[in-house]
């Protein structure tokens, strides 16, 4: 089984969310964000920073990192988005829930593809969040259901926004 399939799936497919600021300031509040609600949509405890925010009006957009125990670091951008609320969004973290949606849809796109009926569960990613390198390459395996072979897959997301994606199949495992 050799196949490369461009396809895209319509999610996004980082984490994000707001926050009201209250008294606090747009860098403290998206630390907040960081090290709560988004390292619980990730599935792993973040250190949060952000750079300083000189001018915090509305349309300020600012950056930060989550970064993970292993030292990966997760980028985040931050819009001031109304007065005392911000936006946090991820730049480079597929969701698990998120990589369940590629799976689905590249074993959609490799069955059309190559002619084979594969199983749902015939494209493994992993089970939880994905923190992409600079490349967008996530590794996966494929199952070939006609006689069991495991091959190497690289699938690489090209815009989390829209969903865009490729996957490679590569050689089997041994």
């Known amino acids: 089984m050799s196949a490369s399939i461009a396809l895209s799936i319509v999610a996004v497919s980082g984490c994000s969310a707001e926050f009201s600021i209250g008294g606090q300031s747009p860098e403290d509040a998206a ?68 990589v369940g949606r590629f799976e689905a849809a590249a074993v959609e796109a490799l069955g059309a593809e190559t002619g084979v009926d594969l199983d749902p569960a015939a494209i493994d990613c992993g089970d939880g969040s994905v923190i992409l390198p600079p490349s967008g390459d996530m590794s996966c395996t494929v199952t070939d259901p006609t006689d069991g072979t495991v091959y190497e897959a690289t699938l690489t997301v090209n815009d989390l926004d829209t969903g865009d994606f490729d996957i490679q199949v590569g050689d089997p495992l041994t």
């Open 31 to 98: 630390v907040d964000l960081i090290e709560g609600e988004l390292a619980d949509q990730i599935g792993q405890p973040l250190t949060g920073a952000c750079d300083d925010v000189d001018d915090p009006e509305v349309g300020t957009a600012f950056d930060c990192t989550g970064t993970t125990a292993d030292g990966d670091v997760i980028d985040f951008v931050t819009l001031i988005d109304e007065e005392d609320h911000i936006s946090v969004d991820s730049v480079n973290v597929v969701t698990a829930e998120a």
